[in-house]
């Protein structure tokens, strides 16, 4: 005899909701053994990239190779390179002139100067895991448009340091978090352009930690 659901004493709607069940337990177990592999993949790539930094003081374009320390910019993908800036005596800001991919941005503290980066340009910035992070206490900016191209979080480290970020923000489905206050409570950062969300829980996807993360 046939398992019976008790509210409709019926054996076949019982199966039906047996396999539901089993159902549903095999993707949530799909769900965490790709959260974690993804985690452990995130630390191996982590590991393997290499920051490349932009020294240029008269050439603008992000793309071009004699703008960045060792004559090649970052690599035009997810995963390789981080793009770097430390502040120079006469350093200009990039400019995207070309749809591109980064494994993250990182604005470092020390330096010869005491300059503030301004990344700029119409074309689309797409972001890795590895995110912003902010270790100088300068006043940066980014006001191209940016897509996020994994989950991943922008920090900012940086006393006195504030990280405005004015393009417009493309979730693309996937969790941003926002962090300042680690390197003294005056550091900030600001979103102030167009956060897109691919769909409508995108929105619950931004997490806030520090009182000076602002969107």
């Known amino acids: 005899m046939g398992v019976v659901n008790p509210r409709t004493n019926d ?3 019982a199966v039906h909701a047996a396999h539901k069940n089993k159902h549903s337990i095999r993707c949530a177990m799909k769900h965490l053994l790709l959260r974690f592999g993804l985690v452990f993949l ?4 982590a590991n393997s990239q290499t920051s490349i930094n932009w020294n240029s003081t008269s050439g603008t374009d992000f793309a071009t190779g004699s703008n960045w ?12 390179n981080i793009a770097s800036f430390t502040s120079a005596t006469g350093a200009v800001g990039p ?5 591109r991919s980064v494994a993250g941005l990182s604005f470092l503290a020390g330096g010869t100067g ?13 972001l890795g895991s590895t995110g912003i992070s902010q270790t100088a206490g300068r006043i940066e900016t980014i006001s191209l448009p940016l897509v996020l191209g994994a989950a991943q979080s ?10 405005n970020v004015t393009g417009a923000v493309d979730l693309n489905g996937f969790s ?7 390197g003294g409570a005056t550091s900030s950062v600001n979103l102030t352009g167009v956060i897109r969300a691919c769909i409508q829980t995108s929105w619950n996807r931004i997490k806030r930690v520090g009182s000076k993360a602002r969107l």
């Open 11 to 13: 054996p076949v709607e």
């Open 42 to 45: 995130g630390a191996n790539l």
């Open 69 to 80: 320390s060792g004559g090649v910019a970052p690599a035009n993908d997810l995963t390789s």
């Open 95 to 99: 400019v995207l002139a070309a749809n």
């Open 114 to 126: 005491s300059v503030s980066f301004v990344l700029s340009g119409s074309a689309t910035l797409t």
């Open 154 to 163: 922008w920090i900012n480290t940086g006393t006195n340091g504030t990280l």
């Open 176 to 182: 941003l978090g926002i962090q300042t206050g680690a």
